[in-house]
């Protein structure tokens, strides 16, 4: 399977920079997924996650209040307003997890859309 680029970037910094297998964006049109190879584009991001399929095999979600992205078939580069990393150990997550629905509570978009995106942060934890 062929990898690309990924890098989300923040004001405060890079959450993530790494290969990966594919991600899951949410576009302003809806939901869509990005694997090597693909064609160019530059789109907006509506709150939500991003979904990131590693190189191992795990998966990391990002929860994010707004952004774009460009697109191209080497490198995938987000810039976001705010993120937060949803990782680590039970604790750590527990924390982002609450973290993360803060951020999506307080985006300027729709109750239907911080609704659907709170409920698939909380299916993170089982």
Do not use: R, W
């Not at 890079?14 to 064609?39: C, M, R, Y």
């Not at 952004?67 to 078939?73: L, S």
């Not at 705010?82 to 729709?110: H, M, Q, R, W, Y």
Request: with cysteine.
């Amino acid at each position: 399977m062929e990898f690309f680029k990924l890098e989300i970037v923040t004001p405060g910094g890079v959450i993530f920079d790494n290969n990966v297998k594919q991600v899951t964006l949410p576009g302003s049109e809806g939901e869509f997924g990005v694997l090597a190879g693909h064609a160019t584009l530059v789109s907006l991001l509506d709150t939500g996650v991003i979904v990131i399929d590693t190189v191992e095999s795990k998966e990391i979600a990002v929860a994010i209040n707004s952004g774009y992205v460009k697109v191209d078939e080497e490198k995938t580069l987000c810039i976001v307003d705010g993120a937060v990393a949803i990782s680590g150990d039970d604790n750590e997550i527990a924390a982002a997890i609450e973290e993360a629905k803060e951020l999506l509570k307080s985006a300027e978009t729709t109750n239907a859309t911080i609704a659907t995106a709170v409920s698939k942060i909380e299916k993170i934890k089982g």
